[in-house]
């Protein structure tokens, strides 16, 4: 059996955060690959108006670039509407049914776990990882989660658009290339940013 670690987001934008927690959950389970799967429309988030799905695929492509053993996944975008997880792992299943799926969540994920969309037969489809965010509860699920200590790393991509419209740096925050798309394409206000990035 091969065992693919998942970590779905909404990635607006992906950040090294995202890409800490993929590379360490890989090292710690000793996992084939883990992919970054971007949300069509997220199912308890607002949808992003800033960046398209296009554009969110195109930074997480951008920011697994070179990262041995991460990859992107088109998989929720190709199909499009409500992501939920459930009717991902279904259809990835019929796919690959000989693959062993990790689905990796932050503690902020882990706190609303309950109310995801079919949660107990999501249960069956995937063995849930559970990582550490600063300003979420511990290691505490009602939904079996195998926890997975790692360095606790506090930033989000609210924290990166707020610094990009407000003109603050992102360097070392957000992979080199990612924030040059951002520049490129003026997501989150950059346009005015740029001399200070
Ligand atoms: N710094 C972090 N530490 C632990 N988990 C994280 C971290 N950043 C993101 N995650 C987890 O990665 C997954 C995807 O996150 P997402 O793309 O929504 O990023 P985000 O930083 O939470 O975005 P936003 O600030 O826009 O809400 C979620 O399971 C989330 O909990
Ligand atoms: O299926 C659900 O009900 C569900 C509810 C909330 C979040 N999720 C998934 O959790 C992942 C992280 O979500 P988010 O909102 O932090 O981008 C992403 O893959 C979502 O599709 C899934």
Request: charged share 20%.
């Given at each position: ?16 955060g ?9 090292q ?11 949300t ?22 951008l ?9 992107e996944?088109?998989?929720?975008i190709d ?8 009717d ?16 990796i969540?932050g ?29 979420s ?10 926890f997975?200590?790692?360095p606790s ?9 707020k ?7 992102i ?7 990612v924030?040059?798309?951002i ?5 989150y ?6 001399r200070?990035?």
């Amino acid at each position: 059996m091969r065992k693919v670690g998942l970590l779905g987001g909404t990635f607006n934008p992906p950040h090294i955060g995202h890409l800490i927690i993929a590379n360490e959950v890989k090292q710690v389970l000793g996992l084939d690959e883990v992919r970054l799967m971007p949300t069509a429309i997220p199912p308890h988030k607002h949808n992003p108006t800033d960046a398209t799905p296009a554009q969110r695929l195109r930074m997480v492509q951008l920011a697994v670039e070179g990262a041995d053993g991460l990859m992107e996944s088109s998989f929720e975008i190709d199909r499009g509407g409500v992501s939920y997880t459930y009717d991902t792992m279904r259809a990835l299943k019929e796919v690959e049914p000989e693959t062993d799926f990790y689905f990796i969540i932050g503690g902020d994920m882990i706190d609303i776990l309950p109310q995801w969309f079919q949660i107990e037969a999501l249960c069956k489809l995937v063995t849930f990882v559970g990582v550490q965010r600063p300003g979420s509860s511990g290691e505490q699920s009602v939904i079996p989660v195998e926890f997975i200590d790692i360095p606790s790393i506090d930033l989000s991509s609210t924290m990166i658009r707020k610094r990009t419209e407000a003109g603050q740096s992102i360097q070392f925050l957000v992979p080199d290339p990612v924030i040059s798309y951002i520049r490129q394409e003026g997501l989150y206000g950059s346009t005015t940013a740029k001399r200070r990035t």
